[in-house]
């Protein structure tokens, strides 16, 4: 899985319509309901604003499309096939259409939404999706700057600490690295 490290917008003109695709990160629902508010305020002349989204929670993937006002799926469909083929979570793709005058018929509107957001999805800067586990150490302060090392090694960081007689600590980690930083650094 891949998340959008980086935003991307790319435009396609077809028989006088202009498809406008963007490419944005979306951790959670509300966020996404943000960013499509930020893209309809930036064409508020539009026709279509047809998305699609596929947002990883605990409880698995939610991916939903709409094809705003286009005829039943061509516009939110291929949209979100193609952030599927691209294996993309967390992530939100929106295609805004000016209408040129000229029908495009289902086929044609398949092809220029999908091809959009596809075009979008290639200019934006992908990186890998790395699962996070949050664990609770109990630590000596001799170990604390070798667990320092670890953490940050693995990519992680260090979410809140407790200096007393022992330090507490929280630290998140790509869940691969948790159940070895635990054994290696736990003194409880």
């Known amino acids: 899985m891949y998340l959008i490290e980086k935003g ?3 435009s396609f003109t077809v028989n006088h319509s202009r498809f406008i695709g963007y490419a944005l990160p979306c951790a959670d629902e509300s966020q996404l309901r943000v960013r499509l508010a930020e893209i309809a305020s930036t064409h508020p002349n539009a026709h279509h604003l047809a998305f ?8 698995g ?8 006002g286009e005829p039943s ?3 939110g469909k291929p949209i979100l096939a193609h952030i599927s083929g691209f294996d993309v979570v967390n992530a939100l793709v929106a295609v805004v259409r000016y209408f040129g005058g000229v029908k495009l018929g289902a086929g044609g509107l398949v092809r220029a939404y999908g091809g959009t957001a ?6 934006a800067s992908l990186i890998p999706y790395v699962e996070y586990a949050e ?3 109990t630590i000596d302060y001799p170990k604390f700057q070798a667990l320092t090392y670890r953490v940050e090694k ?6 809140s600490r407790a200096f007393g007689e022992r330090i507490d600590l929280i630290v998140r980690v790509p869940a691969s690295e948790a159940p070895a930083i635990a054994r290696q650094f736990d003194d409880s």
């Not at 699609?52 to 409880?59: G, L, P, S, V």
């Not at 693995?154 to 979410?159: F, N, P, W």
Request: net charge negative; glycine share 8%; charged share 25%.
């Open 154 to 159: 693995a990519g992680g960081e260090i979410v």
């Open 52 to 59: 699609a989204y596929r947002i990883k929670t605990e409880h």
């Open 73 to 75: 799926g061509t516009a």
């Open 8 to 10: 991307s917008e790319s």
């Open 135 to 137: 664990v609770r150490l």
């Open 61 to 68: 993937i939610i991916a939903h499309f709409s094809d705003a």
């Open 118 to 123: 596809k075009m979008a999805l290639e200019s």
